[in-house]
């Protein structure tokens, strides 16, 4: 698989960019991926392989993740980032968001309806849950440094991890925008995530009025890496239906 990889410069903030990706079919429909907190583009390589063979596929790193350079901000920063980034893309967009890019694929679906043919999250709700496995989260980032490599499955270092945890992921709610989404929206979740309860992960996903959800039986909270080639069936059939 033959990956362009780019700067994309900040028009906010020019002296900052993200790093971005494109593969697949050029003149192919575009699907653009949205990463989680931690993670960075590449947690979609083994998904990629299944649609690249039809797809333009476009994603990025956010703010101190993969190999875009880090600077503080809160959520509504994290969220311009990625708008004016999805901005400069072909139109319409498949979109697939993970985790805490769920917030945000969910918020670009209700803000730029016409942007978008179709959503589909993986493991992610409206809101991140602040019981047990958030705070081994907290006390996780200590280590984040020794294992974070730009196209790990953790992509962030200590810093920007604790930075996240402490000043961003608790902003993160879907409620302002539920009313807003017009796009079919298919949800995955997996039955032992830890981080996501599967019951609000499909509870979250209920109040849209044009949505399908799924299950991963052993699935955790990475679906895209635990069964690839099942995703690319469940979301093929989702396009086709819709």
């Known amino acids: 698989m033959n990956v ?54 476009e994603a990025v790193d956010m703010r101190g993740h993969g190999r875009s350079p880090w600077a503080a901000g809160t959520l509504e920063d994290f969220y311009q980032d990625l708008e004016s980034y999805v901005a400069t893309l072909p139109k319409p967009i498949l979109m697939f968001a993970h985790s805490f890019g769920g917030y945000f694929g969910v918020r670009l679906a209700a803000t730029h309806p016409d942007w978008f043919t179709h959503l589909v999250l993986f493991n992610t709700a409206r809101k991140l849950p602040r019981g047990l496995p958030f705070h081994f989260l907290r006390f996780f980032c200590r280590w984040a440094d020794w294992i974070a490599r730009p196209e790990g499955v953790i992509a962030s270092g200590s810093e920007v991890t604790r930075y996240l945890v402490d000043h961003v992921l608790a902003d993160w709610d879907w409620e302002p925008y539920y009313d807003s989404i017009r796009c079919p929206v298919l949800g995955i979740a997996g039955r032992f995530d830890p981080l ?47």
């Open 196 to 242: 996501i309860p599967h019951s609000l992960a499909r509870s979250s996903l209920s109040r849209l009025p044009r949505h399908q959800f799924r299950s991963l039986p052993l699935g955790m909270h990475v679906a895209m890496w635990e069964r690839p080639a099942l995703l690319h069936r469940w979301i093929t059939h989702f396009v086709e239906e819709h």
């Open 4 to 57: 362009c990889h780019s700067r994309f410069p900040l028009p906010h903030d020019p002296a900052r960019h993200l790093h971005a990706i494109s593969t697949g079919q050029p003149a192919g429909p575009v699907l653009l991926c949205l990463h989680g907190a931690t993670g960075n583009w590449s947690n979609y390589r083994p998904l990629i392989k299944h649609f690249a063979n039809h797809y333009r596929v």
